[in-house]
């Protein structure tokens, strides 16, 4: 039975995640990157397409679970009539491996735990060779299939069929570990890691991290807490690049197309992630991001894209994933993301906001860093009037965006105050004269003076929610009568139940079927309005209905199904938890300017 995308939890290593079911079952697993092919792939289809379980053996058994502090480390604790059993699972980090740790803990009584492992490696395309280690002090499994192998560890495994399995009882006082490691299939299988070792390394490192932030102040600095924690983990530690959820192709529409491949560095989400870590005081990552980012872009300007991969790979060939069936049937599966080859002008502006972010925070531009800034203008002087597809990645025909165009401002906007505030080399007064230029078109051609709103395009007098960014980069202020009008024409256009749509897809040349959930990192975006533009209250109550929806263990996907209830899209999704951040933030310095408490 397929689970609702909220009773997954993540766990990961900074390389790669794994989605863990309330029922025990790591349905989501690739190996040893987050774009790697899947080694357990149920999520999107179901259990013969690749999971591993371990829970009771008695169907009835309860549990509650939680992240062990300020780590990525999943505590469950199952009750039994019998006894009660912790298991604690975690990807251990630095020790440059692929790991996962299954630790269980007997709490009280004795428990009879089952574990089932399905292994399909390639998108569940390949059933591997599979042969016992015959070892009296690590017996375990090792699975072959192409260029990919994982050891496993722990209680000894028995074969039915294509499945694995074992039963085992944990009592009081009693510890059991599994892992699973893997490894190139080329190369000798890994020793036993040191599991003691790891745990205690693993949580060192992220308390460390965590003790580096600064929170907002609020009743919400818990769910804060845990999107800076979960940012971090769609962090990839080797390269910087940042992807924007760890899935593939859970729909945004049930039973429908819009499925996409989000395991991918996206420069707009990227650059929104680096601009809220560094609010929150966390600087290191903005080193590691812009020289990801040096090495992505290197070359013309003319060649920027609007996402790449992990390492910065241009080429991201969409393909049809055809031996898995979809997560609810929804289909196709995809791999890569055909969106790279768009021209999308709104990520010139979001890159170069991030970067002067950076320096704002204190990063040292070297002798790449501002000649590449200086570069990204050159070019935007010379296609600031190209039309693109927008924000939203529209499949149709390109448009003069106004979001877009707004960037294309901030972008230029960046630049002047680069060489008036830093001192840098640049052409001032003739970006200055650009961005003048450029605002009296967005007014002019992006405004519908008869609805009092900014419009989605020019020439339409349609709204979309990319526009409640104009404020968050200094284009507009927030109380501005003409945002006003803009919010009031969103509200009247775009709210579904309460939430915000990012545009009305019947009425959209998006080159897909109608139909879509709200975007949660939009309607976070409407509280950060009503925040900033004195409308507290308002603020404070979407947000407190908003983080209603965080699961129980405060993970957000992309969109939200109020009908259903149910979380939709690719998670946990790095825009929405950015979302909440900035909410929260907005709410908090709102609250302190007026005397109010959101505690």
């Known amino acids: 039975?397929?689970?609702?995308?909220?009773?997954?939890?993540?766990?990961?290593?900074?390389?790669?995640?794994?989605?863990?079911?309330?029922?025990?079952?790591?349905?989501?697993?690739?190996?040893?990157?987050?774009?790697?092919?899947?080694?357990?792939?149920?999520?999107?289809?179901?259990?013969?397409?690749?999971?591993?379980?371990?829970?009771?053996?008695?169907?009835?058994?309860?549990?509650?679970?939680?992240?062990?502090?300020?780590?990525?480390?999943?505590?469950?604790?199952?009750?039994?009539?019998?006894?009660?059993?912790?298991?604690?699972?975690?990807?251990?980090?630095?020790?440059?491996?692929?790991?996962?740790?299954?630790?269980?803990?007997?709490?009280?009584?004795?428990?009879?735990?089952?574990?089932?492992?399905?292994?399909?490696?390639?998108?569940?395309?390949?059933?591997?060779?599979?042969?016992?280690?015959?070892?009296?002090?690590?017996?375990?499994?090792?699975?072959?299939?192409?260029?990919?192998?994982?050891?496993?560890?722990?209680?000894?495994?028995?074969?039915?069929?294509?499945?694995?399995?074992?039963?085992?009882?944990?009592?009081?006082?009693?510890?059991?570990?599994?892992?699973?490691?893997?490894?190139?299939?080329?190369?000798?299988?890994?020793?036993?890691?040191?599991?003691?070792?790891?745990?205690?390394?693993?949580?060192?490192?992220?308390?460390?991290?965590?003790?580096?932030?600064?929170?907002?102040?609020?009743?919400?600095?818990?769910?804060?807490?845990?999107?800076?924690?979960?940012?971090?983990?769609?962090?990839?530690?080797?390269?910087?690049?940042?992807?924007?959820?760890?899935?593939?192709?859970?729909?945004?529409?049930?039973g429908g197309v819009r499925n996409w491949d989000y395991r991918f560095v996206w420069l707009r989400d990227a650059s929104a992630t680096l601009k809220v870590l560094l609010g929150r005081g966390l600087r290191s990552e903005a080193l590691s991001w812009r020289n990801w980012l040096l090495r992505a872009i290197a070359g013309d300007p003319a060649d920027i894209q609007i996402m790449y991969g992990l390492g910065g790979e241009r080429e991201l060939p969409e393909q049809t994933i055809r031996s898995l069936p979809g997560y609810g049937g929804a289909s196709p599966v995809r791999k890569g993301n055909g969106a790279y080859t768009q021209y999308q002008g709104d990520i010139f502006g979001e890159t170069m906001i991030a970067l002067r972010a950076a320096r704002e925070a204190g990063v040292h531009e070297d002798r790449f860093s501002w000649p590449l800034q200086r570069a990204i203008l050159r070019f935007v002087e010379k296609n600031w009037q190209r039309p693109d597809h927008g924000m939203w990645e529209m499949r149709g025909q390109p448009r003069a965006f106004t979001h877009s165009r707004a960037m294309l401002w901030a972008a230029l906007d960046c630049g002047v105050r680069a060489v008036h505030e830093f001192g840098l080399d640049g052409p001032e007064e003739r970006w200055r004269s650009l961005r003048d230029r450029i605002r009296e078109e967005i007014e002019t051609l992006g405004f519908d003076t008869a609805r009092g709103s900014f419009t989605q395009y020019y020439g339409s007098s349609g709204v979309d929610a990319t526009l409640l960014q104009l404020p968050q980069i200094g284009f507009i202020d927030y109380k501005d009568e003409r945002m006003l009008g803009t919010v009031a024409a969103i509200e009247e256009e775009l709210l579904h139940d309460g939430l915000l749509l990012r545009y009305r897809t019947e009425l959209s040349d998006d080159g897909l079927p109608a139909g879509e959930h709200p975007f949660l990192a939009c309607s976070f975006w409407l509280v950060e309005q009503y925040a900033r533009s004195g409308r507290l209250s308002d603020a404070e109550n979407l947000m407190e209905r908003l983080t209603g929806f965080c699961n129980d263990v405060g993970l957000l996907s992309e969109e939200y199904d109020t009908v259903r209830k149910l979380q939709a899209g690719n998670t946990p999704q790095a825009l929405s938890h950015l979302g909440l951040v900035r909410a929260a933030v907005a709410i908090a310095e709102a609250s302190a300017q007026t005397g109010d408490s959101c505690a």
Not at 227 to 246: F, M
């Open 1 to 254: 039975m397929t689970l609702a995308i909220e009773d997954y939890a993540v766990i990961g290593d900074c390389h790669t995640a794994a989605l863990v079911g309330r029922n025990g079952s790591i349905d989501w697993l690739c190996l040893p990157r987050f774009d790697s092919d899947s080694t357990f792939g149920s999520l999107l289809g179901n259990e013969r397409h690749g999971r591993w379980l371990l829970a009771p053996a008695d169907p009835s058994a309860s549990s509650d679970r939680s992240y062990f502090g300020a780590t990525m480390t999943l505590v469950t604790r199952w009750k039994t009539a019998e006894g009660e059993v912790e298991v604690m699972e975690l990807m251990p980090h630095g020790n440059r491996r692929a790991d996962v740790i299954r630790r269980l803990r007997g709490i009280s009584g004795s428990v009879k735990m089952r574990q089932e492992l399905k292994i399909r490696f390639g998108y569940a395309d390949a059933m591997p060779w599979i042969r016992q280690i015959k070892s009296s002090e690590s017996p375990g499994i090792v699975a072959v299939a192409g260029p990919d192998a994982v050891v496993i560890r722990g209680p000894k495994l028995r074969a039915s069929g294509k499945t694995h399995y074992s039963e085992f009882t944990v009592s009081k006082g009693e510890t059991v570990d599994l892992t699973l490691t893997w490894f190139p299939s080329h190369r000798h299988v890994p020793g036993h890691i040191d599991v003691d070792s790891a745990i205690e390394s693993t949580h060192d490192w992220w308390n460390q991290w965590a003790s580096n932030w600064n929170l907002p102040g609020g009743k919400w600095d818990g769910l804060v807490e845990r999107s800076l924690l979960v940012l971090r983990a769609l962090t990839h530690e080797d390269t910087g690049g940042i992807v924007a959820a760890a899935t593939t192709s859970l729909p945004e529409q049930w």
